[in-house]
């Protein structure tokens, strides 16, 4: 049984970097599957980030592209966040999550949640 | 982008109630569409994949149904345990979007 676990600083500096990895365990992270981090800021709703395949291969949301890279690390056997320029908007509990695909991609595991505080 | 809709944004129901969540895509996503259920501080967990199929372990009070922009996600009897905020997913196309979730709550 696939588990993910996120790990990170908790706090990050505003205009500054925020860099998360997930930890895949029960799993190969070379499986096909696509492996993604969605997030959600308090009290509000799910927003997709973006998702990386074992090969790099990458899909980003656009409203984030430019300050986003996600990738993997095999030999690990995890995956990683990074977001530049942070700002305040960026405060939200971040989930990592394996995307899966019947026909259409769904999101059948999910890590716990890490929670990100953008603040001076 | 998508734009996924819910409605209600919150309902009240009793244990044992039928309750029926709507989604609504702004354009045709196939049978591309997830329902997760979302209880407090904690992630949310895949119910419903293909827009139909029932995810390994989950009840079967809980079924979907819909193709094209119109989908349902249906409790046919409300338990304890089914409070929580429910939310519709496309994957039809990136970015992958999300609806602005469903509350259920105890009446």
């Known amino acids: 049984q696939v588990q993910l676990q996120e790990s990170g600083p908790g706090l990050v500096k505003p205009s500054g970097t925020l860099s998360l990895t997930c930890t895949v365990s029960g799993g190969s992270i070379s499986s096909s599957n696509w492996w993604t981090w969605v997030r959600q800021s308090p009290g509000k709703g799910l927003e997709w980030i973006g998702e990386i395949y074992h090969s790099g291969s990458t899909n980003y949301n656009p409203s984030l592209k430019s300050r986003l890279t996600i990738s993997v690390d095999k030999s690990k056997n995890h995956f990683s966040l990074r977001l530049n320029s942070v700002t305040a908007a960026d405060t939200a509990v971040y989930y990592c999550?394996?995307?899966?695909?019947?026909?259409?991609?769904?999101?059948?595991?999910w890590g716990e949640g890490t929670t990100v505080t953008v603040s001076s | 982008d998508i734009q996924m809709t819910q409605s209600p944004s919150s309902l009240s129901a009793s244990v044992g109630d039928r309750v029926t969540i709507t989604c609504r895509a702004s354009?045709?996503?196939?049978?591309?569409l997830n329902w997760y259920q979302q209880k407090p501080g904690k992630a949310p967990k895949l119910l419903i994949y293909?827009?139909?199929s029932l995810h390994g372990g989950v009840p079967s009070r809980f079924s979907g149904s819909g193709s094209g922009t119109d989908f349902t996600l249906t409790i046919t009897s409300l338990q304890p345990e089914d409070f929580a905020t429910y939310y519709c997913h496309q994957s039809y196309t990136n970015p992958r979007t999300f609806g602005p979730g469903t509350k259920v709550d105890i009446k």
């Open positions: 999550a394996k995307t899966a695909r019947f026909l259409d991609f769904y999101m059948d595991v």
């Open positions: 293909d827009a139909s």
């Open positions: 354009q045709s996503i196939d049978y591309y």
